[in-house]
């Protein structure tokens, strides 16, 4: 039901800013997060923005590089992410959840309502 955009092949240093909304439904009363997931690892929390847009949480290896942004008007999601790594290569997922961000001992948990279909983020050294 989320649509996720603006994955692509960039270079070790290099800037991405990926994108995710629906039509489906309002975001106003939703959690809104990234995950990102490599094959044969867990899906795991990149970024997470509370309902207000108040509270952020981030993955510690992202902190600094990575920046996550809601607007309510145009009913969207942002990961815009800098300095971008190899091991940043994954799928990015973004997730909607009510009514809040689930985190605990620092980890973004992959429990949301809602999934987007992936975008593939692919990061050259």
């Known amino acids: 039901q989320l649509q996720a955009s603006g994955g692509g092949l960039v270079q070790a240093g290099g800037t991405l800013r990926l994108s995710c909304g629906t039509s489906?439904?309002?975001?106003?009363?939703?959690?809104l997060s990234w995950f990102r997931q490599v094959p044969g690892k867990e899906r795991e929390g990149v970024a997470c923005?509370?309902?207000?847009?108040?509270?952020?949480y981030y993955l510690d290896s992202v902190k600094g590089r990575f920046t996550i942004s809601r607007d309510n008007a145009e009913n969207a999601v942002y990961l815009e992410m800098n300095n971008l790594k190899p091991d940043d290569t994954a799928v990015y997922y973004c997730?909607?959840?009510?009514?809040?961000?689930?985190?605990?001992?620092?980890?973004?948990?992959?429990?949301?309502?809602?999934w987007g279909q992936g975008t593939q983020v692919t990061v050259s050294s």
């Open positions: 997730g909607a959840r009510y009514p809040g961000c689930t985190v605990r001992s620092g980890v973004i948990v992959a429990d949301v309502d809602y």
């Open positions: 923005i509370s309902m207000s847009g108040r509270n952020r």
């Open positions: 489906a439904f309002s975001f106003e009363n939703y959690a």
